[in-house]
């Protein structure tokens, strides 16, 4: 074992003397030829920033924080691939503008409401942009964005449905008119002005949207088209399309009178059709009116006449009815709230609304079932993403040309741009807004955001704050100037050298922005503002070190008592220099990568591209210290051999000063070449001459030589460490809210302080795979049923079957008269393609992709004839998942138990039927990551 030990200690020592050698030889080497390595590195570090021609930044969340080689990377293209990416979204909030206490904030909710509509009326009756493309200018608005049901031919309008092929609306008119008449005799009322005009159609339907309004008949009040409006029409006890569904339950008779109609059309225009097809254009009309009779919002309770406690109980009674209702997908629940003119919160089109998504600050009674105070409002809707094939489809028929990617997204982003200019000067109480100080509004507070909002914090992260970064490098030249000026003897002052370090460090930071780009490596938030400083910090350590090494050499009587035939070649001091704090710079630099390039493996992008930017960068800040700093550092050595003042002191002093001090120096020694130690210690005493080293060496070194200041230092620091990793472990908080992180005072840092504490309830999705979904109806119904009824944040309403593609259609078999789930499987698509071209199939075409079942090549799944190759390949349900708000252990608790459910039940069908997806299992995985990966490094600890 002692041969061993002396063995490993001889090679050690070997070492260390090959490095001290090989570092010193390099420093004779600068000493003598400067010009080389200098040239050598202006050269490197000039050409690898040439790579900044290719520099890119990274602004997307999900591709910041997505985790790689995960199981959401998958999810995520599979996602994009088929509905384009998570909708964008835009939220507008209200809430007291006086209150910052959540105890505190509880709202008038009449006028809250009122302030809302006054809000967002504007946006959808006053905005619009302007495209022109191929020489034709079109006009876009709010309903050109959001997602909703495109409407289809058959119920646009106009005259001629021979040429229209807009059969049902053209009948709708017909029958409608016809039932009025009839009905005016029963109800006795008169029909004169009453009824449909002709051409009578659809020309476009509202958003799908989120508002507490919905609830109410003013939900109505705006982006509601008059077409829809017109059934709406009263005339007597009820409107136009309630006598048209009422009359034709009990009597054929207009039924009868249609179907003669139809048959003159067609006669009158020779075209030979047969009885089963009238019979079924007038089996199609009736049933559109059916589902039009379950729009709209006729049948509710204005609360413009109602109280604060009205409101409140209005809304209480409507999540009663949600809880006990029938959730048999084939019953459609709007029907009971129209016959008794139920408390119902709805949407437009007859579905549960997720009223309490809309709620903020809620509180409830010890029961859990009636709320007692609501603290803000919420309203929002989805714009399609710029890349679901709905909306490139969409805007491909609007303009007879096809947008590129580019051109969509700058479509989105320029309207979102025009809503936040028309959003913020309420935001901010302008004058004449409603909102002002002592206006109408002026005590409510509206926030809001649009989805570039995200984009565009990250977008502005993403700038390199040259303005900072000038600032740091202008204080720390302060520092260096006063760390190494001697106005007592300016030859011996190395400002200059040390802000020259500066400067190296500075274009080896852009070298590594340089070679980065080049390797690909996005900027982004982190990178932009993280590296130069740290970069910065690293660099100047290393100036440091080598200056004050070097000046301690320049003044060291002993080394300068030594001579030799060239005394103007500092050989011996960057000898020396280079050889004691060469290895140093170099180790360190190791340690540097080996700390990045560990932490690059973590699998988050945003983190490993800054490990990487961070690595690359060191490694050519320590290229530039060894081959143009340390040149430049003989350059200095240089000066002072030739009794030249600092340059920087040349405006207080003479550039030459009048004699060399020799006085401290001791008589000639003759030593030949570099036939001295360099490891001699005698040669490393001397301490430099700046005010910061005499006042160490002075006052603190002296401290150490005490035992009890010994034992006092560990104590401290000891207590600091327990402290610190206390603190660091278990009162340190998962997660940054986006208030955190945005700019003080911007409308996205009050949009989320707003949003973070207030409103719990996000929305997430459950996605069906490429399964083949007639055989498997039970399966996936019965993952509906045990995330409605076995996750801990499923909502109150909307159901999860009810809101899905599958309860929608089974809404349409039971009206075509089959049972659900849809048996047997070969009858699925021949009814899911009639569906998808009714007014009840519509609602559901953001939700679904279709695919050619043979060559996987994507469908439209509006069609208006069967087509046996076509397959749904995907779709999703939206789950407006309460209790959650920004804080990471709710999302955390989400993400696990909704999937364990969905995993559990792919496990146990033996088959992919889906997964969960959204934002918490996009970003808040990553936090779980981090959080295990370092756990694990901290395991492997020594």
């Given at each position: ?185 029963l109800f006795s009322f008169n029909p004169a002005g009453v009824g449909l005009p002709d051409g009578w159609g659809i020309e476009w339907l509202p958003c799908i949207k989120l508002s ?255 303005w900072q970064i000038i600032c740091s490098v202008v204080f720390v030249s302060i520092y260096c100037f006063f760390a190494f000026v001697n106005f007592g003897d300016p030859v011996h ?450």
């Amino acid at each position: 074992m002692a041969k061993a030990m002396e063995r490993a200690r001889g090679i050690l020592g070997a070492y260390h003397s090959a490095m001290n050698e090989l570092f010193a030889s390099y420093g004779s080497f600068v000493a003598r030829y400067p010009f080389v390595p200098l040239i050598l590195g202006v050269i490197l570090l000039g050409g690898l920033s040439i790579g900044l021609v290719h520099v890119k930044k990274e602004t997307d969340l999900e591709k910041l924080w997505v985790e790689q080689n995960s199981r959401v990377v998958k999810e995520r293209q599979f996602f994009n691939e088929r509905f384009g990416g998570t909708p964008r979204v835009e939220a507008v909030t209200i809430t007291s503008a006086n209150s910052t206490d959540l105890q505190d904030d509880k709202l008038d909710l009449k006028l809250s409401m009122d302030a809302m509509q006054a809000a967002i009326k504007p946006l959808f009756n006053e905005l619009k942009i302007n495209l022109t493309t191929d020489g034709t200018t079109y006009e876009l608005r709010e309903n050109d964005f959001c997602e909703r049901p495109l409407v289809p031919q058959s119920m646009k309008p106009g005259n001629n449905p021979l040429v229209e092929h807009n059969y049902i609306s053209w009948g709708i008119v017909r029958l409608a008119n016809c039932s009025v008449k009839a009905a005016s005799t029963l109800f006795s009322f008169n029909p004169a002005g009453v009824g449909l005009p002709d051409g009578w159609g659809i020309e476009w339907l509202p958003c799908i949207k989120l508002s507490l309004a919905d609830c109410f008949k003013e939900g109505g009040d705006y982006d509601y088209p008059l077409a829809l409006q017109q059934l709406e029409q009263a005339a007597g006890r009820y409107s136009i399309i309630d006598y048209t569904v009422y009359y034709n339950q009990f009597s054929n008779f207009c039924q009868i009178e249609l179907a003669k109609t139809f048959s003159a059309l067609f006669q009158g225009n020779r075209v030979d059709v047969t009885s089963d097809f009238i019979g079924q254009l007038v089996a199609g009309t009736v049933g559109s009116a059916q589902i039009l009779f379950s729009w709209g919002y006729r049948w509710r309770t204005s609360y413009a006449n109602m109280t604060n406690s009205q409101i409140l109980g209005h809304i209480n009674a409507a999540l009663q009815i949600a809880r006990t209702a029938d959730r048999n997908p084939t019953n459609a629940p709007i029907e009971s709230c129209i016959l008794n003119k139920a408390p119902c919160c709805m949407t437009w089109f007859g579905l549960h609304s997720p009223v309490l998504t809309a709620l903020g600050s809620v509180e409830w009674d010890a029961a859990g079932t009636n709320i007692t105070k609501i603290g803000g409002l919420r309203w929002a809707l989805n714009n399609f993403h710029q890349q679901h094939p709905v909306w490139k489809t969409y805007l491909q028929e609007k303009f007879n040309t096809t947008l590129d990617d580019s051109q969509r997204n700058d479509l989105t982003t320029s309207w979102e741009s025009l809503m936040i200019n028309k959003l913020d000067p309420l935001r901010q109480h302008k004058p004449n807004t409603g909102f002002g100080t002592s206006e109408q509004y002026g005590d409510l507070q509206l926030e809001f955001s649009m989805w570039r909002s995200s984009d565009d914090v990250i977008a502005d992260a993403n700038k390199t704050p040259i303005w900072q970064i000038i600032c740091s490098v202008v204080f720390v030249s302060i520092y260096c100037f006063f760390a190494f000026v001697n106005f007592g003897d300016p030859v011996h002052s190395h400002t200059w050298v040390a802000m020259t370090g500066l400067s190296v460090v500075t274009f080896a930071i852009v070298a590594g922005f340089g070679l980065t780009s080049a390797f690909g490596i996005k900027i982004t938030p982190l990178a932009g503002s993280v590296v130069p400083f740290l970069a910065l910090g690293l660099g100047v350590d290393d100036v440091f070190v080598l200056v004050n090494i070097l000046r301690n050499y320049l003044e060291d009587p002993k080394l300068q008592g030594i001579s030799s035939q060239d005394s103007g070649v500092p050989e011996r001091e960057m000898r020396l220099t280079v050889a004691l704090a060469g290895p140093s710079v170099v180790l360190t630099t190791f340690s540097v990568l080996a700390s990045f390039f560990i932490s690059s493996l973590n699998p988050i992008p945003v983190v490993r591209w800054f490990c990487w930017q961070m690595g690359i960068t060191a490694t050519l800040h320590t290229c530039g210290m060894l081959l143009i700093f340390i040149p430049i550092m003989s350059f200095d050595a240089r000066r002072v051999k030739a009794n030249i003042n600092d340059p920087n002191l040349w405006a207080f002093c003479r550039i030459r000063s009048k004699s060399p001090n020799t006085d401290s120096l001791p008589s000639k020694t003759q030593i030949a070449g570099d036939d001295f130690p360099v490891d001699d210690p005698s040669l490393q005493e001397h301490v430099g001459s700046s005010p910061i080293s005499k006042a160490v060496a002075k006052y603190y070194a002296p401290l150490f030589e005490s035992n009890v200041f010994k034992i006092f230092t560990v104590i401290l620091f000891a207590g600091l460490l327990a402290s610190m990793t206390y603190l660091g472990f278990g009162k340190v908080q998962r997660g940054l809210k986006l208030s955190d992180i945005t700019l003080k005072g911007s409308y996205q840092n009050t949009y989320a302080i707003v949003t973070e504490d207030r409103f719990l309830s996000y929305e997430i999705y459950y996605v069906t795979t490429r399964v083949d979904l007639p055989n498997n109806q039970d399966q996936i119904l019965q993952v509906y049923d045990r995330l409605q009824y076995n996750l801990t944040q499923a909502p109150i309403q909307p159901w999860i079957l009810e809101s899905s593609v599958l309860g929608n259609l089974y809404l349409y078999a039971n009206a075509s008269g089959e049972a659900y789930p849809i048996q047997p499987a070969a009858k699925f698509y021949p009814l899911e393609q009639a569906w998808s071209s009714s007014l009840l199939g519509i609602l559901s075409l953001p939700d679904m992709y279709c695919e050619n079942k043979v060559t996987k090549a994507p469908m439209s799944c509006f069609v208006s004839s069967f087509d046996p190759n076509l397959t749904i390949g995907a779709t999703k349900v939206s789950i407006f998942a309460d209790h959650l708000g920004a804080e990471t252990d709710p999302n955390l608790a989400l993400l696990r138990e909704s999937r364990k459910i969905s995993d559990n039940s792919n496990s146990q069908f033996g088959e992919d039927l889906g997964f969960m997806y959204g934002y918490p299992y996009l970003c808040f995985r990553a936090i779980t990551c981090i959080a295990v990966t370092t756990f694990t490094w901290l395991l492997d600890l020594p």
